[in-house]
């Protein structure tokens, strides 16, 4: 069953998104996922908190963005590069979880394509 951060993540996500893109919602992660063209973009967990998919090319320079750190699957299992996990004191404001959403349909736009 989702949580009340885990649905409101989920609701401000799917607003910032393009309405004639093909989106679906699947559980995942231990998360509820967002899909694009049937690629993740973003896994919203129970406790607010944000998976993203970005292009491993950017990986280093956004992990320093605040907030921003290396995504786990399970303690200490560290997933590779273009995973991270964005707190959700740092997705307060709506410009940086738009920031996010932008640099992971980056990547989705690029796996689409056969780049990524």
Same mark, same amino acid.
């Given at each position: 069953?989702?949580?009340?951060?885990?649905?409101?993540?989920?609701?401000?996500?799917?607003?910032?998104?393009?309405?004639?893109?093909?989106?679906?919602?699947?559980?995942?992660?231990?998360?509820?996922?967002?899909?694009?063209?049937?690629?993740?973009?973003?896994?919203?967990?129970?406790s607010g908190e944000l998976l993203v998919r970005v292009p491993a090319s950017r990986h280093d320079e956004l992990l320093a963005r605040p907030g921003a750190r290396q995504a786990e699957m399970g303690a200490g299992r560290t997933?590779?590069?273009?995973?991270?996990?964005? #707190?959700?004191?740092?997705? *307060? +404001? $709506?410009?940086?979880?738009?920031?996010?959403?932008?640099?992971?349909? #980056?990547?989705?736009?690029? *796996? +689409? $394509?056969?780049?990524?």
């Amino acid at each position: 069953m989702a949580t009340a951060p885990q649905e409101e993540l989920i609701l401000r996500v799917g607003s910032l998104l393009a309405p004639d893109l093909p989106v679906r919602e699947v559980a995942m992660f231990g998360g509820r996922v967002v899909m694009v063209n049937e690629k993740m973009i973003v896994s919203a967990s129970r406790s607010g908190e944000l998976l993203v998919r970005v292009p491993a090319s950017r990986h280093d320079e956004l992990l320093a963005r605040p907030g921003a750190r290396q995504a786990e699957m399970g303690a200490g299992r560290t997933m590779g590069p273009g995973w991270l996990t964005i #707190s959700t004191e740092s997705l *307060a +404001a $709506e410009e940086e979880l738009a920031y996010w959403i932008a640099a992971a349909m #980056s990547h989705n736009e690029s *796996a +689409a $394509e056969g780049r990524g």
